[in-house]
């Protein structure tokens, strides 16, 4: 009782800033008009979890989410086959405003026998990011879903064991801690990470989701961000790779481009529309010269997730999607075009707008599970088509 009173408190006290897509012209305002909007705020709140260790069916606070992370990698775990050991490696790609940790964990697996870092030809891997903007928890949730059944398996699927098996994977569950942390102590709608963006002291954020770009086209504050550094939703900084998170993102898709790691997809998980959009989403008058792959292998993602509880995921460009609009500044784009990782996407989650941002924790274990069937036939297609140019098409 005591968190939801506190809760309501900082409710009330957010009323003077606007909040579109939290309801303009503010959360008292909406919650007159609509008394659902904070009984799913308060709902979701009361599904963050204050135990110590992970809760996959709760919203976890940001130190157990790191905790967990620096467990996987104590000890490796064996795949239903028994046939090679499955690792996880974390690595600290940068720090914060607030100096907090952005995590990352390869997970990936070494054949019996396979000593220490052996050269070997280079496997294709797959990016995986969530927690961008920071009121999406649903988005880091499903990505720490989907990180436990890469490493753990804990149904002992040979499906997922084969995903390890065929590819190294990076993923970076909360790209925004200190935007993430704010949204669950201070407030509930808060999007943008934590730098103070002025002189002025209540100016405070930068939309990540909006501070990508390799060129003049794809970072743009006038398509569908800001040049106001106390815009409350979507200052896009003031260029490409202002902040840390950003950077620390650019640092590990890059590796594709320098070679170190052969990235062929870059999912993003954000919500809520139920959506796979793929680039390019700042013009509408461009598209990609294999635009046909990628919603090729978008379709197949949407129908296994559909399979699974019945939710459909609708697949298009970005940019011909109207609930997006125009956006320059996305990661996908970059990822795509300044990375060259072919299969780029950004996942819009559960739901289609009844719940919005605050889905109740009784979401986060079939969203994760229907998700989980889409990376797996996703992952599958795209494999089959390159399989001959890698080093374990012999097994």
């Given at each position: 009782?005591?968190?939801?009173?506190?809760?309501?408190?900082?409710?009330?006290?957010?009323?003077?800033?606007?909040?579109?897509?939290?309801?303009s012209?503010?959360?008292?305002?909406?919650?007159?008009?609509?008394?659902?909007?904070?009984?799913?705020?308060?709902?979701?709140?009361?599904?963050?979890?204050?135990?110590?260790?992970?809760?996959?069916?709760?919203?976890?606070?940001?130190?157990?989410?790191?905790?967990?992370?620096?467990?996987?990698?104590?000890?490796?775990?064996?795949?239903?086959?028994?046939?090679?050991?499955?690792?996880?490696?974390?690595?600290?790609?940068?720090?914060?405003?607030?100096?907090?940790?952005?995590?990352?964990?390869?997970?990936?697996?070494?054949?019996?026998?396979?000593?220490?870092?052996?050269?070997?030809?280079?496997?294709?891997?797959i990016?995986?990011?969530?927690?961008?903007?920071?009121?999406e928890?649903?988005?880091?949730?499903?990505?720490?879903?989907?990180?436990?059944?890469?490493?753990?398996?804990?149904?002992?699927?040979?499906?997922?064991?084969?995903?390890?098996?065929?590819?190294?994977?990076?993923?970076?569950?909360?790209?925004?801690?200190?935007?993430?942390?704010?949204?669950?102590?201070t407030?509930?709608?808060?999007?943008?990470?934590?730098?103070?963006t002025?002189n002025?002291?209540?100016?405070?954020?930068?939309?990540?989701?909006?501070?990508?770009?390799?060129?003049?086209?794809?970072?743009?504050?006038?398509?569908?961000?800001?040049?106001?550094?106390?815009?409350?939703?979507?200052?896009?900084?003031?260029?490409?790779?202002?902040?840390?998170?950003?950077?620390?993102?650019?640092?590990?898709?890059?590796?594709?481009?320098?070679?170190?790691?052969?990235?062929?997809?870059?999912?993003?998980?954000?919500?809520?529309?139920?959506?796979?959009?793929?680039?390019?989403?700042?013009?509408?008058?461009?598209?990609?010269?294999?635009?046909?792959?990628?919603?090729?292998?978008?379709?197949?993602?949407?129908?296994?997730?559909?399979?699974?509880?019945?939710?459909?995921?609708?697949?298009?460009?970005?940019?011909?999607?109207?609930?997006?609009?125009?956006?320059?500044?996305?990661?996908?784009?970059?990822?795509?075009?300044?990375?060259?990782?072919?299969?780029?996407?950004?996942?819009?989650?559960?739901?289609?707008?009844?719940?919005?941002?605050?889905?109740?924790?009784?979401?986060?274990?079939?969203?994760?599970?229907?998700i989980?069937?889409g990376?797996?036939?996703?992952?599958?297609?795209?494999?089959?088509?390159?399989?001959?140019?890698?080093?374990?098409?012999?097994?």
């Open positions: 009782m005591k968190s939801v009173l506190v809760l309501s408190f900082l409710l009330v006290n957010t009323i003077s800033q606007i909040v579109p897509e939290c309801k012209p503010g959360i008292l305002a909406a919650m007159k008009k609509n008394p659902a909007i904070k009984n799913h705020i308060i709902e979701r709140h009361q599904g963050l979890s204050n135990a110590r260790q992970i809760d996959f069916k709760k919203y976890n606070k940001y130190p157990v989410i790191e905790n967990f992370l620096i467990s996987l990698s104590n000890h490796p775990s064996v795949g239903p086959s028994g046939k090679g050991k499955i690792f996880a490696y974390r690595e600290v790609i940068g720090k914060t405003a607030e100096n907090r940790a952005i995590h990352l964990i390869k997970i990936f697996q070494k054949k019996n026998g396979e000593r220490g870092k052996r050269r070997r030809k280079m496997k294709p891997a990016l995986i990011d969530g927690g961008i903007h920071a009121r928890w649903i988005s880091p949730a499903v990505v720490l879903y989907i990180i436990n059944q890469l490493k753990n398996n804990p149904t002992k699927d040979p499906a997922i064991e084969k995903l390890v098996v065929m590819y190294d994977w990076y993923i970076i569950p909360v790209l925004n801690p200190d935007g993430y942390v704010y949204s669950y102590t407030d509930p709608c808060w999007r943008k990470n934590r730098r103070q002025s002025d002291p209540k100016c405070f954020g930068v939309d990540l989701n909006r501070n990508f770009g390799f060129d003049n086209e794809s970072w743009n504050p006038a398509v569908g961000g800001s040049r106001d550094p106390c815009d409350y939703q979507r200052f896009a900084g003031n260029g490409p790779f202002t902040e840390d998170e950003s950077k620390a993102l650019r640092r590990v898709m890059d590796r594709n481009k320098k070679k170190i790691v052969n990235f062929l997809a870059y999912w993003t998980f954000h919500n809520y529309l139920q959506i796979i959009a793929y680039p390019i989403g700042y013009d509408k008058l461009k598209e990609l010269a294999d635009k046909k792959d990628l919603q090729n292998a978008g379709n197949v993602a949407a129908a296994a997730i559909f399979k699974k509880h019945q939710k459909k995921y609708r697949v298009d460009q970005s940019s011909f999607i109207k609930e997006f609009g125009l956006i320059a500044g996305a990661s996908d784009d970059y990822a795509r075009g300044g990375a060259n990782i072919k299969y780029s996407y950004t996942i819009e989650l559960r739901d289609t707008g009844a719940k919005k941002f605050f889905l109740p924790a009784t979401e986060i274990i079939p969203n994760g599970e229907e989980l069937e990376v797996k036939a996703f992952a599958n297609h795209i494999y089959k088509h390159r399989r001959k140019y890698y080093y374990y098409n012999k097994r």
